[in-house]
């Protein structure tokens, strides 16, 4: 098989964190997600992933925390069969291929031009491509804002600057009616120390942004209220974990406060 050699900078490497890790999930005896077809975009890149140092809890987390945001769109889009689907920095994740919308749902996937211009080599299905940093919110003048949006940002919030996620979703709340976000969120302090992290030092990344307290968003003038705070902790599926891994997370669960500095499934309505 001919493989491709990704032409990418520091930041948009991280896209190869997930695809590995949902890759690595795949290939397990009970796989939380099962996204076979990240497999097989991961076999056609020419990359030593071995580098980027994916240990078991970053597969089970990312493959769950997955799995729940996928629940979420799932969910939406059956209450809402004409909505629009925002995947933020989307990267080369199969998302619309494993939530399967419906032909009344109108699917945008969102990220810097060099990964969106990958997206139709690995990913031909058809989905509308946005090539943007997400932060220069001018790129949805051309997305319809008179339908209900499903808004998903996955591992996105860590890597963007300062203030400029509240800036985002002020702008997303403004062009769009109404609409849910959903997002997987990051403690100050989960945020602070993923520089540490071995995967994400592997690729020289600093990683900052983060907040605690799950209804700090309703704060940012953009309309937002708290669905729900879920806990990858308290899931079921963390039965199938290994162990020790799976005891050392049953153990966190009896806290909020730990729990929070896990991965966490957050919802809001606009």
Request: hydrophobic share 40%; net charge negative.
């Amino acid at each position: 098989m001919q493989r491709t050699r990704l032409t990418l900078n520091q930041l948009e490497e991280t896209l190869l964190i997930t695809l590995w890790a949902k890759a690595l999930d795949s290939k397990l005896r009970v796989p939380m997600l099962g996204d076979t077809r990240s497999a097989e975009i991961a076999d056609r890149i020419d990359y030593d992933f071995d580098t980027l140092k994916i240990k078991a809890a970053l597969t089970y987390e990312t493959a769950l925390r997955s799995k729940k945001l996928d629940d979420a769109v799932r969910s939406f889009t059956a209450a809402h069969p004409d909505a629009v689907v925002l995947d933020l920095g989307c990267g080369l994740d199969p998302r619309m291929v494993r939530c399967r919308p419906t032909a009344g749902i109108d699917w945008y996937d969102v990220d810097f031009p060099e990964v969106v211009a990958l997206r139709p080599q690995f990913l031909p299905e058809p989905s509308h491509l946005v090539s943007a940093d997400v932060t220069a919110t001018d790129w949805l003048a051309e997305i319809p804002g008179d339908r209900p949006a499903m808004i998903v940002a996955e591992g996105l919030i860590p890597f963007l600057p300062g203030s400029s996620f509240q800036v985002l979703t002020r702008a997303l709340t403004t062009h769009f009616g109404t609409g849910e976000i959903a997002l997987n969120g990051y403690t100050r302090f989960a945020a602070w120390a993923m520089k540490y992290h071995p995967t994400i030092k592997a690729l020289g990344i600093t990683a900052a942004a983060g907040f605690d307290d799950p209804r700090e968003p309703e704060s940012w003038g953009a309309g937002l209220t708290l669905i729900d705070e879920d806990f990858l902790t308290r899931a079921p599926e963390v039965a199938d974990w290994p162990q020790p891994l799976r005891g050392l997370t049953r153990t966190m669960s009896r806290s909020t406060a730990l729990s929070r500095q896990g991965a966490r499934i957050l919802r809001y309505r606009f």
